[in-house]
């Protein structure tokens, strides 16, 4: 008995729906030149509404790329003169490491000499 009153309520609704669909096409071939005019403006403009919108997303999603683009050259341009930065400093390190070397020898040679004054004045 609940099976068959549901049933009948959809029936209903389905019967209700295509009566309403059919009223409003016999409504609409009935209505005037002026009211099928709006009618067809209401939807050109709901479409082009959907289609602004859509071409809206669009320039917004190219600008996000731009900006993803923009910074990822910034970050190249950074990037570049990090390496740059990076190889002098390098180039700093080996010439300050030839520097140290060079004066170590120069102590070594110093002592050595140093030594051998004391040798020589001892033996003499």
């Known amino acids: 008995m609940a099976h068959k009153?549901?049933?009948?309520?959809?029936v209903v609704r389905q019967l209700q729906q295509e009566l309403a669909d059919t009223l409003k096409k016999q409504s609409m071939s009935e209505a005037s030149p002026e009211v099928m005019s709006h009618l067809l403006l209401e939807d050109e403009t709901q479409d082009l509404n959907k289609k602004f919108g859509q071409i809206r997303n669009q320039l917004q999603e190219q600008e996000r790329h731009g900006e993803a683009i923009r910074y990822?050259?910034?970050m190249k341009d950074h990037m570049q003169k990090l390496k740059v930065k990076n190889a002098r400093q390098e180039e700093t390190i080996k010439h300050q490491a030839a520097q140290i070397q060079d004066l170590q020898s120069n102590m070594l040679k110093a002592r050595l000499a140093d030594v051998f004054t004391t040798e020589l004045e001892t033996t003499s």
């Open 72 to 74: 990822a050259e910034e």
């Open 5 to 10: 009153k549901t049933n009948s309520k959809v």
